[in-house]
């Protein structure tokens, strides 16, 4: 399965955005999706998680009461609706999806998970 991320773009602090995530190739069969990102200079931090079947889901602190993950299963796609933008925002946030794995632990590496896409930047200015 291959994951493309989009949606991401330059923002006012304050500011929204909605990122999407669609997954295509064979057959869809994820337990679980998530959005991780990384800033400049930074390691990789866990955003949000949803469990594909069920809609659970699961947040980092940073983004709980701002962000909102949620997807469209006829469509294969992710999406994570980010308001009240902050400059620490900044990153590029990717789309990740695992048969197995927790991914809401946020421990995952890209060469351990089913599907890691390629990525899409987000910046938020002051």
């Known amino acids: 399965v291959q994951l493309q991320a989009s949606g991401g773009g330059l923002v006012q602090a304050g500011g929204s955005l909605r990122l999407s995530c669609a997954a295509s190739?064979?057959?869809?069969?994820?337990?679980?999706m998530a959005w991780f990102r990384q800033a400049p200079g930074k390691g990789r931090e866990f955003v949000a998680a949803i469990v594909w079947h069920t809609g659970d889901t699961y947040y980092a602190d940073s983004a709980k009461g701002r962000f909102a993950i949620s997807r469209d299963s006829a469509k294969n796609t992710m999406y994570l609706q980010m308001n009240s933008l902050k400059p620490e925002d900044t990153a590029t946030y990717y789309c990740?999806?695992?048969?197995?794995?927790?991914?809401?632990?946020?421990?995952?590496?890209?060469?351990?998970?089913?599907?890691w896409g390629q990525g899409t930047l987000v910046t938020v200015s002051s």
């Open positions: 990740v999806g695992d048969s197995t794995k927790y991914l809401w632990f946020g421990t995952v590496l890209p060469e351990h998970v089913d599907a």
């Open positions: 190739g064979r057959t869809f069969n994820f337990y679980n």
